[in-house]
Nanobody, 119 residues
């Protein structure tokens, strides 16, 4: 059973930074594709960034490119999302997700962590 637990959310002023963490079940991070999604109030969930299981290449949504950095620590079974130059429109619940292949649906999700950016 894959388990994902996010942490690191909070309230930050515009222009500030936060680092989100997602602790995963043993061997998940090194064997699964990993992703960060977010869902703002009244909006659909959208993908923020994802990394294939067999590569360090990372794909970012245009809205966060150059401001967010996704990284993976296989030894700690943890992925991170470093968020800088935060904007009020980044306010959302951020979710960590995993899938066993590089294609298809994301069957495993964390509970989410709230990020609020004040103007």
């Amino acid at each position: 059973q894959v388990q994902l637990v996010e942490s690191g959310g909070g309230l930050v002023q515009a222009g500030g930074s936060l680092r989100l963490s997602c602790a995963a079940s043993e061997r998940t991070v090194g064997s699964f594709a990993m992703a960060w999604f977010r869902q703002a109030p009244g909006k659909e969930r959208e993908i923020v960034a994802w990394m294939p299981w067999n590569s360090d290449s990372t794909y970012y949504a245009n809205s966060v490119k150059g401001r967010f950095t996704f990284s993976r620590d296989n030894a700690k079974n943890t992925v991170y999302l470093q968020m800088s130059s935060l904007k009020p429109e980044d306010t959302a619940i951020y979710y960590c997700a995993a899938r066993p292949t590089n294609f298809g649906q994301w069957p495993y999700w964390g509970q989410g962590t709230q990020v609020t950016v004040s103007s």
